[in-house]
T-cell receptor, first 116, second 111 residues
Framework: DAGVTQSPTHLIKTRGQHVTLRCSPI?????VSWYQQVLGQGPQFIFQ???????GRGNFPDRFSARQFPNYSSELNVNALLLGDSALYLC???????????????FGAGTRLSVL | GQNIDQPTEMTATEGAIVQINCTYQ??????LFWYQQHAGEAPTFLSY??LDGLEEKGRFSSFLSRSKGYSYLLLKELQMKDSASYLC????????????WGLGTSLAVNP
């Protein structure tokens, strides 16, 4: 079975541009979470979606938005890119997003975004 | 408030035992996760504790004390491939069951 897949793997953008990152969850998983990870730090929670509804949002500006599609895949959009948005963006999928024993989050390999 | 603390770096010798500690504060608690992350790769799940006590899984064990807001990951018979960052994450209870992550402990295993 395929794990969590993210695309693209690497991306280079310039300040002010817009970016769309994509994630396909593990088959059967209905929840997707997005994280930003800066080098040397732990992941920072951005969004969680379950059954196409936003369940949670972290402390990120409105330039960050996301959505989940009927097939449970998800997109993360970032507008007006800043240099500080350079990071590894991780997508994690789980069965129901309840963060319990039966709801482990499994991560994709991430998209490394560089903003110049 | 919500906060996770773990040591930034640790060093150990191949074949030895190492304990990585994690303290947490969350407004509502639904369990504690440990993940391993090799450089340039995604985090991979190691363990989950929601009840007090020790859970053993092969060379790795994880302990939780809810009253103390404390957990540790114990790695036995260290191998060079165990060199990685170890991330502690507390699950927040309630409708928004997000994970609160620590900064990670970078473990270097030396021969």
């Amino acid at each position: 079975d395929a794990g969590v897949t993210q695309s693209p793997t690497h991306l280079i953008k310039t300040r002010g541009q817009h970016v769309t990152l994509r994630c396909s969850p593990i088959s059967g998983h209905k929840s997707v979470s997005w994280y930003q990870q800066v080098l040397g730090q732990g992941p920072q929670f951005i969004f969680q979606y379950y059954e196409k509804e936003e369940r949670g949002r972290g402390n990120f500006p409105d330039r960050f938005s996301a959505r989940q599609f009927p097939n449970y895949s998800s997109e993360l959009n970032v507008n007006a890119l800043l240099l500080g948005d350079s990071a590894l963006y991780l997508c994690a999928s789980s069965l129901s997003g309840t963060s319990g024993r039966g709801d482990i989050q499994y991560f994709g390999a991430g998209t490394r975004l560089s903003v110049l | 408030g919500q906060n996770i603390d773990q040591p930034t770096e640790m060093t150990a010798t191949e074949g030895a035992i190492v304990q990585i500690n994690c303290t947490y504060q969350t407004s509502g608690f639904n369990g504690l996760f440990w993940y391993q992350q090799h450089a340039g790769e995604a985090p991979t799940f190691l363990s989950y504790n929601v009840l007090d006590g020790l859970e053993e899984k092969g060379r790795f064990s994880s302990f939780l004390s809810r009253s103390k807001g404390y957990s540790y990951l114990l790695l036995k018979e260290l191998q060079m491939k165990d060199s990685a960052s170890y991330l502690c994450a507390a699950a927040h209870a309630g409708n928004n069951r997000k994970l609160i992550w620590g900064l990670g402990t970078s473990l270097a295993v030396n021969p």
